[in-house]
């Protein structure tokens, strides 16, 4: 089975670009979450869908991003504008069961410069 | 609000010897708590894990304890092995699905 995808595997941008991430979960799994670690720091929340529903998107930081999982298939987060606290590493997970154990991707280093 | 605390942030064993990584959680709707294992460069992986109506569980050298009155669970690797050199996190399931993670363990085991 292939697990789950994530690209690019980093990303070296500009304050005040815009950059996309993509997440592709386990074919099948309803429940797709994004989260991020910032160095040194616990893996953070960022939101849960459930098939193409936000079902939680109370970990976003801001209204500079915008999570998107149209067709209830892969996700896109995307940062406009970026900014340098916004670097670290994006993490997407997926699971069968809502809030059993997750299958994490390689994750997405974000690295605003 | 939800928080996991997880501690030590480092821990440094010689190999053989056991290593102990301890966690606690606030919200005691939390049921269920698994453990992830961060390899340099990789993607955590979940390598164990634990409900709330079991007091321990084992699988081969690791093994996880959960006191739900003192909202406490550990991890212990036994024997330890080089290659058990990783980040380790515990998390917690909250009440509202929502996984909460402590801010890992970076674990060193000298051959």
């Known amino acids: 089975e292939a697990g789950v995808t994530q690209f690019p595997s980093h990303s070296v941008i500009e304050k005040g670009q815009t950059v996309t991430l993509r997440c592709d979960p386990i074919?099948?799994?309803?429940?797709l979450y994004w989260y991020r670690r910032v160095m040194g720091k616990e893996i953070k929340f960022l939101l849960h869908?459930?098939?193409?529903?936000?079902?939680?998107e109370s970990g976003m930081p801001n209204n500079r991003f915008l999570a998107e999982r149209t067709g209830g298939t892969y996700s896109t987060l995307k940062v406009q504008p970026a900014e340098l606290e916004d670097s670290g590493v994006y993490f997407c997970a997926s699971s069968q069961i809502k809030g059993q154990g997750y299958t994490f991707g390689s994750g997405t280093r974000l690295t605003v410069v | 609000g939800e928080n996991v605390e997880q501690h030590p942030s480092t821990l440094s064993v010689q190999e053989g010897d056991s290593a102990v990584i301890k966690c606690t959680y606030s919200d005691s709707a939390s049921n269920y708590f698994p453990w992830y294992k961060q390899e340099l460069g990789k993607r955590p992986q979940l390598i164990i894990d634990?409900?709330?109506?079991?007091g321990e569980k084992k699988d081969q050298r690791i093994a996880v304890t959960l006191n739900k009155t003192a909202k406490h669970f550990s991890l212990h690797i036994t024997e330890t092995q080089p290659e058990d050199s990783a980040v380790y996190f515990c998390a917690a399931i909250t009440g509202g699905f929502k996984t909460i993670f402590g801010a890992g363990t970076r674990l060193f085991v000298k051959a």
């Open positions: 869908f459930v098939k193409e529903s936000k079902q939680d």
């Open positions: 074919s099948g799994h309803d429940n």
């Open positions: 634990i409900r709330s109506n079991v």
